[in-house]
């Protein structure tokens, strides 16, 4: 069997937390920031966890997490 290639992409993006579910960053903090509210920007610094929707593809791209 060939070893699995990683989706480099998705494994910059993407870490496994101790119990083994996927972490991942909020989107919407890169740019045109100044519309956005103090509120709404303190939200997006904080991490989410991957839904269950798109965690059987997301573990598909990342073998070896």
Known sequence: MPK???NRAVA???T???TG???RFKCGKAHILT???QKMKRRLR???L???TLLKT???MLPYL
């Open 16 to 18: 496994k937390t101790g």
């Open 21 to 23: 579910k996927i972490k």
């Open 46 to 48: 904080k991490p989410a």
């Open 12 to 14: 910059k993006r993407f």
């Open 35 to 37: 519309k956005k509210t």
């Open 58 to 60: 997301t573990r598909r």
């Open 50 to 52: 991957v839904d269950a």
């Open 4 to 6: 699995l290639k990683t």
